[in-house]
Antibody
Framework: QLQLQESGPGLVKPSETLSLTCTVS??????????WGWIRQSPGKGLEWIGT???????YYNMSLKSRVTISVDTSKNQFSLKLNSVTAADTAVYYC?????????????WGQGTLVTVSS | DIQMTQSPSSLSASVGDRVTITCRAS??????LNWYQQKPGKGPKLLIY???SLQSGVPSRFSGSGSGTDFTLTISSLQPEDFATYYC?????????FGQGTKLDIK
């Protein structure tokens, strides 16, 4: 059964870089049938799509975050990662990774359980 | 960006009730509409995609309808495990956007 697990620091200081990794098990991140995405959830902004990557490395991002976001993939480890730089308190949220089927990349058909990241000094 | 508006924001119901949640898009999205269920401490679970297609493994008491700008999620007979928060999401164009959620709790 497919599982996605987010990992990374739960506390990040303002102006620093938030770094998270999603480990995929029970399936291959190199499958040409899926994209892989990051979404966050905060009380203030609800659910917000951050960006998406294909195993080849092609990416697309939410323009509202694009200047600060980098998503990368490591097929040898079956992982993909998120970096968000210059964070502020507004970036405090639960961050989720999810799978997106190729036939409709805007759909998220499997999600991780999420990891809370707090931005605070 | 396409704005998604759900109503109601919260809803109290009893086991066995029929419940309907609505979602409105700020512009036409054809049938590029998905519904998710979220329970506390968990990631969202896909229930319905393409407005009316049931995701594999989801009970048939869940159904979706609509096209264009107006959509509904119906639960035909509430079960105890259905008390959760429900979100709609448009997959018509990026940035993909979500509704604010409808919290369904026990009356």
């Amino acid at each position: 059964q497919l599982q996605l697990q987010e990992s990374g620091p739960g506390l990040v200081k303002p102006s620093e870089t938030l770094s998270l990794t999603c480990t995929v098990s029970g399936g291959s991140i190199s499958s040409n049938n899926y994209y892989w995405g990051w979404i966050r959830q905060s009380p203030g902004k609800g659910l917000e799509w951050i960006g998406t990557i294909y195993y080849s490395g092609s990416t697309y991002y939410n323009m509202s975050l694009k200047s600060r976001v980098t998503i990368s993939v490591d097929t040898s480890k079956n992982q993909f990662s998120l970096k968000l730089n210059s964070v502020t308190a507004a970036d405090t949220a639960v961050y989720y990774c999810a799978r997106q089927p190729l036939e409709e990349t805007g759909r998220f058909d499997y999600w991780g359980q999420g990891t809370l990241v707090t931005v605070s000094s | 960006d396409i704005q998604m508006t759900q109503s109601p924001s919260s809803l109290s119901a009893s086991v066995g009730d029929r419940v309907t949640i609505t979602c409105r898009a700020s512009q036409s999205i054809s049938t590029y509409l998905n519904w998710y269920q979220q329970k506390p401490g968990k990631g969202p679970k896909l229930l319905i995609y393409a407005a009316s297609s049931l995701q594999s493994g989801v009970p048939s008491r869940f159904s979706g309808s609509g096209s264009g700008t107006d959509f509904t999620l119906t639960i035909s007979s509430l079960q105890p495990e259905d008390f959760a928060t429900y979100y709609c999401q448009q997959s018509y164009s990026t940035p993909w956007t979500f509704g604010q959620g409808t919290k369904l709790d026990i009356k």
